[in-house]
Structures are given as structure tokens and as C-alpha cells.
């Protein structure tokens, strides 16, 4: 208090009864008894708060351990993790590679199937070729043409022209011309010998 609530105070309690001074008194120490219990509460509070903080500090201690252990396994299964992650990434590259070569080795497979079908096709071309112009030539027929994919009889002007096969397949007697394939060719022009056809397939014969 300042001094001079302090002499406000004396010549209060000057002027006052005797009655007023009890019940002033009485409330000071009612108070103050109210004082010192909070100041207890606040004591056992922070007597209970060290306590458990010194409890917690304790649990602490006693924890690292196996806080210690489980950084460590935790560190141990990120490297698992990442270890079977890089072998799983070499794993499917690996079978990535296995199946683009069995895919590369299918296409090739399948190219050279396709080029031995079309050898054995033309093989099967020329065989019947060479079966038609020996029965040709056997028949008497010197020589021949192609007209629209039809091999004909070549014969003088003025003389009937037979057919004799008609090509579906459009790939026979590549060697005889078409005189479909132009409006000035003739089948004086065209015409081809059937014994020089036949040397032709002989030659070819020998070379393949």
C-alpha cells in the first residue's frame, strides 16, 4: 500500500466502530485463510506436475531403447522394400526382353513360314507348268500366248487360236506376256516358244 492509502486507512480505522473494525478483521482473515488454501492447490499442482514430469522423463528413458530397435527395423524394411523393388523392376525387364525376343523370333518364324509357302508355291507353279508344256509340245503345239490371263494356241493370221488354260490364279507363265496389258501388242509379238519355255524351267530347275 502507499503511504497515503496507509494513512486513509489509519483515520478509517479512527473513525470507525468497534463493530466495523470485527467485521473488517473478520473478512481480512477470511481471505487470507482463502489465500493460503489456493497457495496449497497451487503447490500440490506443481508438486503433481513434477512428479509427472519426472514420470514422464523416466518412461522416456526407459523407451529409448526400443524406440532405438524400432528406427532400426524400420530402416531395415525400407531397404528390404526398396531391394525388392529394384529386383522386381529387373525382373519385368527382363521378361519384357524375354517376350520381345519370343515376339521378334515369331515374326521371324512366321516370315520365313510365309517365304517357303511361297517357295513350295511357285515350286507347285512350275512343276504343273512344266507337266502342261511337255503335254503341249507332246501335242504338237510350237507355240503360244497370253491374252486376259488365257494361254492360247498361236496360229497364223487367218487361222483359229484355241485356248488353252485359263489362269485364275494369275500368277502362271509369268514369263509370257499379256497382250491385255496394252492396246499395240500383238500375239505375233507376244508369243513365246513352248521348248523355250521349257529350257527356261530346266535352267531354273537347275539353279534352285
Not at 137 to 145: F, K, N, R
Not at 177 to 200: F, G, P
Request: charged content about 35%.
Amino acid at each position: 500500500m502507499t503511504p497515503e492509502e496507509i494513512k486513509a486507512t489509519k483515520e478509517l480505522l479512527t473513525v470507525a466502530s468497534t463493530e466495523t473494525l470485527q467485521s473488517i478483521a473478520m473478512d481480512l482473515l477470511a481471505a487470507l485463510e482463502e489465500a493460503e488454501q489456493q497457495n496449497a492447490t497451487l503447490l500440490q499442482t506443481i508438486h503433481d506436475a513434477n512428479d509427472e514430469v519426472s514420470r514422464m522423463a523416466t518412461v522416456c528413458q526407459e523407451t529409448k531403447p526400443e524406440r532405438d530397435r524400432l528406427r532400426r527395423d524400420l530402416k531395415k524394411a525400407r531397404e528390404d522394400l526398396e531391394f525388392a523393388d529394384r529386383n522386381a523392376r529387373v525382373s519385368i525387364n527382363r521378361h519384357f526382353d524375354n517376350e520381345l525376343s519370343a515376339i521378334k523370333l515369331s515374326a521371324n518364324l512366321s516370315e520365313e513360314l510365309v517365304k517357303a509357302q511361297q517357295t513350295i508355291a511357285r515350286q507347285r507353279e512350275h512343276s504343273l507348268e512344266r507337266l502342261l508344256l511337255e503335254m503341249w509340245d507332246a501335242a504338237g503345239i510350237e507355240e503360244i500366248y497370253k491374252y486376259k490371263n488365257r494361254i492360247k494356241v498361236f496360229k497364223r493370221p487367218g487361222l483359229v487360236s484355241y485356248e488353252l488354260l485359263c489362269d485364275l490364279t494369275y500368277r502362271m507363265f509369268q514369263d509370257v506376256y499379256d497382250t491385255a496389258n496394252d492396246d499395240h501388242t500383238t500375239a505375233e509379238e507376244a508369243k513365246v516358244s513352248v521348248k523355250v519355255l521349257l529350257a527356261a524351267l530346266g535352267e531354273g530347275a537347275k539353279e534352285s
